[in-house]
């Protein structure tokens, strides 16, 4: 199992960024996607997950409203697209498998590597 996320960059406030989570040895309605983010001199936090099977979502009520997360079976990848950035958006992203259903940072056993976002003027 591997997870690789790209997508991230710099990003004006109010602009939109889309991440990308590409997965491999496992497909990924398999298993629940979960993305966090790790801002610097904080803990890293749940932003969003979709769940195996019937895709449930999960969003944190930071990013409600602002945020997508979808997957492409086809592509074997999960989504995030972020719109409406603000300059507390940034952070190092990452997604996380290894449970059916939408779990605690905790309870994840595979990690991508991670993707910065930056949002500034």
């Known amino acids: 199992v591997q997870l690789q996320a790209f997508g991230g960059g710099l990003a004006q406030p109010g602009g939109s960024l889309r991440l990308s989570c590409a997965a491999s040895g496992f497909t990924v309605d398999y298993y629940a996607i979960g993305w966090f983010r790790q801002a610097p001199g904080k803990e890293r936090e749940g932003v969003s997950c979709?769940?195996?099977?019937?895709?449930?979502?999960l969003y944190a009520d930071s990013v409600e409203g602002r945020f997508t997360v979808s997957r492409d079976k086809a592509k074997n990848t999960v989504y995030l697209e972020m719109n409406s950035l603000k300059p507390e958006d940034t952070a190092v992203y990452y997604c996380?498998?290894?449970?059916?259903?939408?779990?605690?940072?905790?309870?994840?056993?595979?990690w991508g590597q991670g993707t910065q976002v930056t949002v500034s003027s």
């Open positions: 996380a498998t290894g449970t059916r259903g939408c779990a605690t940072q905790f309870d994840y056993k595979y």
């Open positions: 979709i769940s195996s099977g019937d895709g449930s979502i």
